[in-house]
């Protein structure tokens, strides 16, 4: 059946399996210390036009973000995300089990917004009492989010100058990087994004690789013994190669950036089809997710044909169906899906 | 240049890249509930004679360890382990960061004895204030150890009647279990350590895979929510299916038995090697890890032409080598290092 | 001055002074192994008409909280509670420093609705991915919750069946007990509380005590090594008498509820005076804590003779204010205060 | 019946307890921003000569311990200490339940040795692998020990030398201060004791206080956020103003130094007695804790008629025996037990 679930239904881009094929037999140390790794980060800083950052690959996205956010944070402090950030409520308290809180705001089209936390900080700050406060420590955010939407530019430097402002860490999570910076409505460049905010991670797992996501500390400010923490936190991979080359092929000849594209032109031509069809969206999406809301007896008819998720209700009878594409996606499952939407 | 350096050097056999190749286009379902996994576990099943275990996959052995240990022993208990244990000094903390003690008794050859953990378990019941201790609720060893010794059938019995008595469960770190299993001195099978312990992992990474673990635990006996329990650890690999079909290749056809075999026909030919050229052991070991002591000048005239490590001082003129061999150390390697020692 | 800032700004009620010289060069076990603290337990048990109960005495609230909390939960479980919440806002993430996450639900007048409860834990059970969520293990309420409400007899038994329902405890904090029991419209009695929850604590730091809380476990279900969990937190006293000896003066002819009824006495003239003067109620509060609505610059002149504090901003002219009665309000304070309002 | 089991068994010193009356209606601010707490960090500033110093005053020893190494190791590190330390095996594992490893090295006599701790760190530094280690972050010693020994000045200077050395923290457990620094064998001043260490506490609960430790910040170096992380620790006190009055007390005209005295007396005469008596000592302890090796039967003669511990076995047949006394042990408490002694 074809399948619009999820952008990690699938193995991994052919370049990826046809290097390790060829690398495979190769006597290499261990933790990250390969020339693989090194060749890898030295492609990202170029990507990034960042010289001097700092670039740790980690397995997956919620290990990431609970290495990132807990050595990040001091012991005392919590992490603002949206009420929908990936780390609010999909990653099964991670966040705390690290001893933090993570502190939620109202969103707004997946988004989190640069005045709430700005009231949230000076609240914070004015408050007499705040020692008795878990102190807002940094501010997490998701691009695209977790909603398929995008912060624009404005938005972005809005937040980063509050973070500025109040002197704490913005971090961003690119578990979809790739599908948010090659939407037709992105207005930022992955330097420009890796200037505004303090570390964020490249989503390997979602984006045509096996697995792997890569931390990037934009101004050399990786935490000391990172290896360390990463470690005691169980995410030190001990064939750190197998990150280093994904993350080489991914980033040799703009293969991370076509995937990318290509996902999102399938992506839009879903969308074209549901508005040519009438169809009603649950918000706005420019990549690579789309959210419908669909009768429940149209979703179950649908899913005869299509493989896909609901993601909540909204009444009794209509629930939001997520029609998420993927570097895997083909013309073929986009064809079909759209044949299928026609005999709603 | 040829490498003794450590059993996690090269990628994987071939036959996991094959299959990995095979099915990469897949589309199938997140987070080890695909059928690669389901098919794993039925080997893993049927070749430790258990129908009844459950099992799960994880990425790493120190996320293995601390995952497993977290989620069997309550919030105040900690685990008692050799000083020499993985857990004890090698794992960066990873069990305290989960908020255990790991108690650590004297070593002999690598081993624990179940009288030191009888009398730990005995003045710990026996004392009047006990409940201003840690309570001793968990019993770690590491088959083969990390000397490369094997515990006897009979001391395994010893430890697993200690554990017995005292109502905890026994757990078997087995990062390195094939090459234990496969010792031409080993006297158990797997079923049997299967039966004797309550849980126990069979170690991948270093024995053929490209990187997975699989904990077995032996009695129906995996903690309940325990998916949410390794996502809270960042252990819940979204693309689970690579860990299934890894496993699923390893339990097919004895691949895992045959490729352990091999590393310890390779291990015995360098054991005798050195034997024969009347080298000085710093313990007997009976699998794919060999230990010498040496003197320092002849250490590094030999890593002219061998990779290999240190493993600490002997005194300020002698050092213990080690020796590893793994799944992919050819016959020629073993040729080179047998030739190199013969001009120390 | 006056002082209303507070229930915690005076040391406590003489007979326990009176107690403590009087047993002073007691010799006596610690730990809270000594004769008073069995005295004080029984006491309790025949208050709460609960002689199943398991006491455990603390220090303070903060901490109190934590210890049940982390203890009752498995390691995955979240607790659930209003926004305002104590343990949501106040405790500088104690909560999560134990590695649970806080699961903050709306709150009506200070409360935590059943129906929000029943909706939280429903769409946890009916979401297919719920493993990838945190728990929800326990409800956590405050009677009277930190704005002086009450829920009704009504509203415990429709909290306390939602947690019968999905099988987790109910813990009510009962920093201020006492001044809830002993408001005009509490609808319920101590042993009916006792029995509706699975846990509650009898709060002392605030009614009359110079410290100490008393965690009461309703079903004999303290958990196992309930002094070495408190003990792991920091949280075991060395001298336990000093908390046996505490509450055992307290409910000794019924000197709890006494001092607890004068201080909702003296709130209640202040409120009669309040309304009686046309001012602007924030909430209706029936117990010893009373928020009004007032304008900044009528704080400031209010507070050249009487001490309280602000509790937030209405708007930019107006703020919260919060007058706190206690076991050591007096009448000349209470006239004192009604006079300095009649010239606002 | 005469006791010597530990130095906790009685209340408090009757100036503490007159002047908890005096000051018992006063109203006060919490969480230690009252003029008590002012005026006795600075007499303790005074006693310490150390005017830079940073004060915070907590409950009891095990929360201190635990909130002090927290908040100054880094997250990854580990923290030093005598294999007999009171935080490697005395407190149900608080420090680990915080994240962090406690090291245990060999003691000799109670105490850790300089040259161990040097071998230790620089095995660390070396070892080219040590970032799979945990960070040896911290020094923890008691003065006096766990079992009365002291520390001479020569050997403090050699512990802070290695700390300096490795830039590492000295961390002091003075829950028996005042029973170390007035003991005939101490050769060592409190302000030279503050100069040698990072922080130290000044026990209070075993010291003629009701309850209620001293952490000293000696170089103005008190972390960041220290209340915020003292109460998420649980280990803020509402009602500070207990913790101050007790020790601005114990800190008024040498109260705490003459008490200590006053138990070192004791002591003395004991252990003059037992020498006189020829019983065997199982190590020599010039201050209020004594210890000698005792037959099983005449262990339990004596405690027919004293109270006292028994601190392990040395055989089948013998115990070692502890005796402690305290500021609160009179003279007859100590003719008793001599008087006892004779006719064993």
Known sequence: MHSFESDYTAGARVEILRRLNETNLEQLPGYGSDKYCESAKEK??????????????????????????????????????????????????????????????????????????????????QDASHQHFVYPGMVYISYPTEFGTLYTKR???????????????????????????????????????????????????????????????????????????AKQHGALLAKGRLLGLQFDTLFTDDLYFRISKHAINMAMQIRDAFDARGLQFYLHSPTNLQFLIMENKAVRALQQKIAFHTWGKVDEEHSVARFATSWSTTQEDVDALIDAIKTL
């Open 155 to 229: 938005e972005l430097v809005e937040l980063a100058s509050v973070c500025r402002w109040y002197n704490i860490p913005l971090y961003i999570d690119g578990a979809r990087l790739g599908y948010g910076l090659m939407s037709p409505k992105c207005d930022i460049t992955l330097p420009e994004l890796a200037q505004l905010c303090d570390v964020f991670y490249i989503g390997g797992t979602k984006v045509g690789a096996l697995f792997g996501e890569a931390a990037v500390f934009t101004k050399h400010n990786m935490p000391r013994y990172f290896s360390t923490i």
């Open 44 to 125: 990202i800083r170029a990507a990034c036009d960042c010289p001097g950052a700092d670039i740790f690959f980690m397995v997956g996205g919620t290990q990431t973000n609970a290495v990132v956010i807990d050595s990040m944070l001091p012991s005392y402090g919590g992490v603002i995300a949206a009420q929908t950030g990936h780390i609010s409520d999909h990653e099964a308290g991670a966040i705390e089990f690290t001893g933090h809180k993570v502190i939620a705001l109202p969103v707004y089209d997946g988004k989190l917004r640069a005045e709430d936390v700005w009231m949230y900080m000076k609240d914070y700050w």
